[in-house]
């Protein structure tokens, strides 16, 4: 056998096996909820928000709308179909219940603390939620809660990242 018969069959062999069909991936002719939340999601940049009633800014991802809240004073809200996130400021003089306080009631799990803030999980009848506590050091506490079904699960995980990295300015 000469090299160009080697040379020869190694070639044919090899596109022997890359010519080889893959069976043919069927398409969803429905898409689940997760899917369309990615797909609305897509490719998103953060939009300023000046919140008066809250004294600080929001960078929050464009494909959320603002919902007003008139009756709400110390909550912006920011939502796309089944995914809120909500930010909300419990003044410290004369409180109740902070919204942090709220979460470890209704059995939240602690991920994450450090002096400054603490990041909690947990589900709330149909929802999970997602949330962060930061103490800014003044007579004020600030709460990042994102909500969503449970369906929504790996489609927010970049809004899970967004709860994370959230701070006040």
């Known amino acids: 056998m000469t090299n160009l018969t080697r040379v020869l069959l190694f070639l044919t062999a090899l ?13 969803a002719t429905e898409l689940t909820s997760n899917d369309s ?21 929001i960078d929050y991802p464009s494909f959320l709308y603002r919902q007003e809240l008139p009756d709400e004073p110390s909550q912006e809200l920011f939502m796309a179909e089944d995914i809120s996130l909500s930010v909300v400021v419990d003044s410290l003089n004369g409180m109740n219940y902070s919204a942090g306080q709220q979460m470890m009631g209704m059995g939240a799990e602690l991920v994450d603390a450090t002096e400054r803030y603490s990041i909690q999980t947990g589900q709330d009848g149909d929802w999970e939620y997602y949330g962060k506590v930061i103490d ?3 007579v004020r506490l ?3 809660m994102l909500r969503y079904y449970p369906s929504h699960a790996e489609a927010v995980e970049a809004l899970r990242e967004w709860v994370r990295n959230f701070d006040i300015e």
């Open 37 to 57: 939340m990615l797909i609305q999601m897509g490719q998103w940049e953060l939009t300023r928000y000046h919140s008066d009633k809250l004294g600080m800014q």
């Open 136 to 138: 800014d050091d003044t």
């Open 15 to 27: 596109l022997a096996a890359s010519c080889q069909q893959k069976p043919m991936r069927a398409y």
């Open 142 to 144: 600030v709460t990042v």
